[in-house]
C-alpha cells in the first residue's frame, strides 16, 4: 500500500515569494491533516480536512496561508508571500476518520526562507 | 501553552539496556495516547498507543505504560538496539471536541550505541 506522499521535499525560496506543496493521501483516506514542524518542536496542525471541508483551521495563518483539497483526495498549501518564520518542516498526514488516533505521515517539505 | 510534554530532549542508552521515555500531559480530557518514531528526512510512523482504560499495553520490545493519576505516561523499550535510534513523540487526539488534532510533545531523540 502506497503511503502519503509529499511534494516537492525540499523547497529554498526567498522571502517575500509564494510557495506550494502538494500532499496525495492514502487511498480510501477520509480526513486530511496539514502540520507544521520547527525545528526542535512537535508538529502543530495547521488545517483538517473532512473530505472537502476544512473543518479545523483555527491554527491556520490566513493571512498569507491557505489551502485546498479539491474532490476530497489530493490537497495543496500555499504561502503567499513567505516570511523568514516559515521555515520549517511541512508535514502532511491522512487517517481514516477523524476518531481514529492513528495518523499516517508523510515524509514533509523542508522550507527553507531566505 | 503545551498539553504534551516531553522534558529530556535525548537519551542516550547501551545496545542491550532498557530506554524509558518519559511524556507528561495536562489535559485531563486526553483518553488516548500515541507514540510516534521519526527518523531523519522521514515522517513520523505510528509505534504504540494506549487507551486511559488500560494502564500498560505491550508489542514485543515496546510498553507504554499510563500513570492516569500522575498524568504521566512513560515507553520502554527492552533490549535497546541501534537501529532505535530516533526522535520519539509522544502525542494525544483531542478527543473532547469534533477537532481531532493531534498534540504532541516536543520529542526525545534516543540514541543507542553498541
Known amino acids: 500500500e502506497a503511503g502519503v506522499v509529499q511534494s516537492p521535499r525540499y523547497k529554498i525560496i526567498e522571502k517575500k515569494q509564494p510557495v506550494a506543496f502538494w500532499c496525495n493521501p492514502i487511498?480510501?483516506?477520509?480526513?486530511l491533516y496539514w502540520y507544521r514542524q520547527n525545528l526542535g518542536q512537535g508538529p502543530e496542525l495547521l488545517i483538517r480536512?473532512?473530505?472537502?471541508?476544512?473543518?479545523?483551521d483555527s491554527q491556520l495563518p490566513k493571512d498569507r496561508f491557505s489551502a485546498e483539497r479539491l474532490k476530497g483526495v489530493d490537497s495543496t498549501l500555499k504561502i503567499q508571500p513567505a516570511e523568514l518564520g516559515d521555515s520549517a518542516v511541512y508535514l502532511c498526514?491522512?487517517?481514516?476518520?477523524?476518531?481514529?488516533?492513528?495518523?499516517?505521515f508523510g515524509p514533509g517539505t523542508r522550507l527553507t526562507v531566505l | 501553552d503545551q498539553q504534551v510534554k516531553q522534558n529530556s530532549p535525548s537519551l542516550s542508552v547501551q545496545e542491550g539496556r532498557i530506554s524509558i521515555l518519559n511524556c507528561d500531559y495536562t489535559?485531563?480530557?486526553?483518553?488516548?495516547f500515541l507514540w510516534y518514531k521519526k527518523y531523519p528526512a522521514e515522517g513520523p510512523t505510528f509505534l504504540i498507543s494506549i487507551s486511559s482504560i488500560k494502564d500498560k499495553n505491550e508489542d514485543g520490545r515496546f510498553t507504554v505504560f499510563l500513570n492516569k493519576s500522575a498524568k504521566h505516561l512513560s515507553l520502554h523499550i527492552v533490549p535497546s538496539q541501534p537501529g532505535d535510534s530516533a526522535v520519539y513523540f509522544c502525542a494525544a487526539p483531542d478527543r473532547g471536541s469534533t477537532l481531532g488534532r493531534l498534540y504532541f510533545g516536543r520529542g526525545t531523540q534516543l540514541t543507542v550505541w553498541p
Open positions: 487511498s480510501g483516506h477520509n480526513t
Open positions: 498526514a491522512s487517517s481514516i476518520d477523524r476518531v481514529q488516533g492513528e495518523q499516517f
Open positions: 480536512y473532512e473530505n472537502e471541508e476544512a473543518v479545523d
Open positions: 489535559n485531563s480530557m486526553f483518553d488516548y
